[in-house]
């Protein structure tokens, strides 16, 4: 239920008479809970929130939010308990036991299936078809999900433990665990692995439970996963890689070359792939950037770390896409955290700046930019520089038949049209000799230049009227060069960061942005660093129409101050700014 984003629609403190209500329902669903600790849970005077909210399949949902810690959540007018909760009161629950692997299914989103279950020495709990249950992993008591049984202890045994065991609502690592202070759970030894430590046995997963492991949820194989153990073998290898640097050197390159040799084309971009995201995150990224568009951090910080004479293709990758491997480094390694603040639009909203892959990366050699590293735990800086936009134009079919141009829709620059023009000019002897600021038209010019009611009249042209006209018969496109990046041609005029005003309500203004991303500018740190100014609230709403365009909306009318960041602070050209001329003028309060 809570493997995806959910929706809030109120948040409001509790009444009073509803405290007492809710107490009363607490008391009926679990009546394990003793007066003190249902005090505890439900305390009289402490502030205890209650969220209205949608799932992402649109089921509406109650929490109750303690110390800023989801620790119940109500569906269907049922009472559950949160992880939290059942963390401190392990036993509030009838409990099923399964494997350590099946937990990163569970958070995606799977039911517990019944080959998956671990069944205790003392047999399975006894439960009824749609009783509350909680999930547990062997060696440890602290549960990890929260479900329904889908069928009671009697159906399971004589379905042989197959099919559906728990219909899985929340679990550990999941949006509302996230929702609270985001910790882990603690280690409760259960009395089954306390007397096999007694015995000196081990505790581990056999040939024959691993296959049942694939088997325990319903889930199908998708490319994803693959991904995942993918990105694993990744792993290990960086962490090789380290380790034979302290033994020696010369013994590491040796390695390194026989294991290139070994990888296919799609293990070593995998690879590079993962070396360029986490020298972004240890190196670039700073926490004032988050949320941070996950287009921006590929295209600002991800490709300024790709090894000099390289080229980091996401395509020619296992993951074939950005989203899958942000996704992979979420779930698998707990590095970041992507969230969808926007509909159809990815940001990273959180790096675990202390995750033990992340604090034990070296930094290579041969990359492009210079890296400073900063402490353990603390974040990169980078400078925001603005890209180099120079107009060019590509050439048409109609002058493609003077013959003096490249073919094929080549892109040039106007000095490189006038030299072209001016060539040809001298080639053919067109320049008149008693002026030489006029040129004479030919057949190939008049074709190409001159509109058939001007092929009688017009003989000559002067220099500047030609070269405007041959600009004028060309297709107009720029060219933006990023820092650390390949340059970037598009056709058309580079479009204006626009900023407009407009009226929200009866008296209210808000300022509106677009087209920052097409400066490189992340449209999130833009809306932060604006609200931080003006202090006044931002939202991003997405263009409509528009792919991967953000529209920064920002209370009152800012125009100013947008002015001043975008000139002096990011120093973005005026002529790119469209709309300063709507900022308030001053003057003098009489």
């Known amino acids: 239920m809570f493997a995806k984003p959910f929706r809030v629609k109120s948040n409001t403190a509790i009444k009073g008479s509803d405290r007492r209500k809710l107490k009363a329902d607490l008391s009926a669903a679990f009546p394990l809970l003793s007066a003190d600790e249902l005090s505890e849970l439900v305390p009289n005077k402490e502030e205890l929130n209650v969220l209205k909210s949608y799932a992402h399949k649109g089921d509406a949902v109650t929490v109750y939010v303690l110390h800023k810690n989801p620790v119940f959540f109500e569906v269907d007018k049922k009472l559950f308990p949160t992880v939290y909760v059942l963390w401190r009161y392990p036993a509030l629950l009838p409990a099923f036991k399964t494997w350590p692997p099946v937990l990163q299914k569970l958070t995606g989103g799977a039911d517990l299936m019944l080959p998956g279950v671990v069944v205790p020495s003392c047999g399975l709990p006894d439960v009824k078809q749609g009783d509350s249950c909680a999930v547990t992993l062997v060696n440890n008591r602290a549960p990890v999900a929260v479900g329904t049984a889908a069928v009671s202890t009697e159906q399971m045994h004589c379905l042989g433990m197959k099919g559906r065991g728990v219909c899985i609502l929340h679990t550990y690592m999941d949006y509302l665990w996230a929702f609270g202070d985001k910790s882990g759970p603690p280690s409760l030894p259960d009395a089954e692995s306390e007397a096999h430590g007694e015995n000196g046995e081990e505790c581990e997963i056999s040939d024959k439970e691993e296959e049942e492991v694939d088997k325990c949820v319903e889930e199908q ?100 896409k950005l989203s899958k491997f942000l996704q992979t480094m979420e779930q698998r390694y707990n590095i970041v955290r992507v969230k969808e603040l926007t509909k159809g639009v990815e940001s990273i909203v959180e790096v675990d700046w202390k995750n033990p892959e992340l604090r034990s990366f070296s930094f290579p050699e041969d990359t492009d930019v210079e890296s400073t590293p900063l402490p353990d735990g603390e974040e990169g800086e980078i400078l925001y520089h603005p890209p180099e936009i120079t107009t060019l134009y590509s050439v048409s079919a109609r002058l493609e038949c003077s013959g003096h141009v490249p073919l094929g829709g080549a892109t040039l620059h106007p000095a490189e049209v006038r030299s072209i023009v001016t060539e040809y000019v001298k080639d053919n002897e067109l320049v008149d000799e ?114 991967d365009k953000v529209l920064v909306q920002i209370q009152g009318n800012q125009i100013q101050q947008v002015g001043k960041l975008l000139l002096d602070h990011y120093q973005i050209p005026r002529k790119y700014i469209q709309g300063l001329e709507k900022a308030p003028k001053g003057g003098k309060k009489k």
């Open 434 to 547: 008693n002026n030489k600021n006029y040129v004479t038209i030919n057949p190939t010019l008049c074709d190409c230049l001159l509109e058939k009611s001007e092929y009688q009249e017009v003989v000559s042209l002067k220099w500047d009227d030609l070269f405007s006209r041959t600009l004028g018969r060309m297709q107009e496109c720029y060219q933006a060069v990023f820092p650390g990046q390949p340059p970037i041609v598009k056709k058309g005029h580079i479009e204006p960061i626009d900023i407009t005003v407009a009226s929200r309500g009866s008296n209210k203004k808000v300022t509106l942005m677009k087209n920052l991303e097409v400066y490189g500018l992340d449209p999130a740190v833009v809306a932060s660093v604006l609200q931080h100014r003006v202090q006044a609230s931002s939202v991003l709403q997405p263009v409509p129409g528009a792919k």
């Open 221 to 320: 194989h998708s490319p994803e996963e693959t991904v995942t153990d993918q990105a694993q073998s990744c792993f290990e290898e960086l962490s090789l890689v380290e380790q034979d640097e302290e033994k020696g050197e010369k013994n590491n390159e040796k390695e390194e070359e026989t294991q290139d040799e070994q990888k296919t084309p799609q293990e070593v971009m995998d690879a590079m792939l993962l070396q360029c995201f986490l020298h972004a995150l240890k190196s670039k990224v700073k926490k004032s950037e988050l949320p941070l568009l996950t287009s921006t951090f590929l295209r600002n910080h991800m490709f300024s770390c790709c090894p000099s004479g390289k080229q980091l293709d996401i395509k020619k990758s296992s993951y074939k």
